[in-house]
């Protein structure tokens, strides 16, 4: 669904649904669940809702979680490159003696 509503900003709930082997009003509740989440914003005029893909949610999700993982994997990278680079200097201090 977000695919299709980005793809057309401003497409009805009737355009969406057409898209779906399921009835309007089962549509129209997914899209109450991602407008919960404002992922869709929607706008009303008379009886037809257009919908627009909002994409600050997911926006903000990729920020917070890939910044904490890429710390944290780029710590442990650190830690192996350290690791690796003493067992080589190990290993050619040995073979040196």
Known sequence: MLDLVMSAPGMSVKALASHFDISRIAVLKHVRVLEETELILSRKSGRTRSLFFNPIPI???????????????????????????????????????
């Open 59 to 97: 926006q903000q999700l990729h920020d917070r979680w890939t910044t904490k993982y890429s710390a944290f994997w780029s710590e442990r990278l650190v830690d192996i490159k350290s690791r690796v680079e003493a067992r080589a200097s190990e290993q050619k201090d040995h073979k040196s003696a």
